[in-house]
């Protein structure tokens, strides 16, 4: 089974913070993906990355950067954490031609 | 960029009941996948289904692409298949996914 993880469950953070948020597959997936959900808004596509190194804004980049070192980890960073940040976000891994999604738990994050 | 519609938003059902989830898109798409998101918030995939009929267990799906809409049957629902549910549309190779906003189930024991 595929299997991705995310660094923290709940996290809660000061406005103006640095955040990183860490996801993990163990699938050799190239592509993955990072998602806020928000409530009537379903899932935003907020970066995206199809190999090593290599990243594509999606929907809502404004104030997030990624980084994708090695093939099985993506980081989602916040570089200065605003309370409209406060969101759920998930993150994802896929096979590079057209496939499923597979989602991690998420990370409920909070800025005070 | 494409619009994806759900409806209804919130869906409240007796265990035991039939519902019908719809998914409306704007555009041509490439693929269209329903997921379901459980009470924990873990996202699981149900269907794959870019055009055509699937039927998995107690769950089915139809997706009409010429008329850019896809529909998810559930059968004598559970209180397990509580949660919401997404439809997702991925426009062109690559398998970047535009979700809609959501349909919440609440099944009633």
Not at chain 1, 23 to 33: A, G, I, R, T, Y
Not at chain 2, 17 to 34: H, I
Request: some cysteine; overall charge neutral.
């Amino acid at each position: 089974d595929v299997k991705v993880t995310q660094s923290s469950r709940y996290l809660v953070k000061r406005t103006g913070e640095k955040v990183f948020l860490e996801c993990v597959q163990d699938m050799d997936h190239e592509n993955m993906f990072w998602y806020r959900q928000d409530p009537g808004l379903g899932l935003r596509l907020i970066y995206f990355s199809y190999d090593v190194k290599m990243k594509e804004k999606g929907d809502i980049p404004e104030g997030y950067s990624v980084s994708r070192e090695k093939k099985e980890r993506f980081s989602l960073i916040l570089e200065s954490a605003s309370t409209n940040q406060t969101s759920m976000y998930l993150c994802a891994s896929s096979l590079p031609v057209t496939d499923t999604q597979y989602f991690g738990p998420g990370t409920r994050l909070t800025v005070l | 960029g494409i619009q994806v519609e759900q409806s209804p938003p919130d869906l409240i059902l007796q265990e035991g009941a039939n519902s019908t989830l719809r998914c409306n898109f704007s555009d041509s798409v490439n693929n269209l996948q329903w997921f379901h998101q459980n009470p924990w918030g873990q996202l699981i995939n149900l269907f794959y289904i870019p055009s055509g009929t699937k039927q998995n267990g107690r769950l089915s799906a139809t997706t009409v692409a010429t008329e850019r809409y896809s529909l998810l049957y559930i059968s004598s629902s559970q209180t397990t298949d509580s949660g919401v549910y997404f439809c997702a549309v991925e426009q062109r190779y690559g398998n970047k996914l535009v979700f809609g906003a959501g349909t919440i189930l609440r099944v009633k024991s």
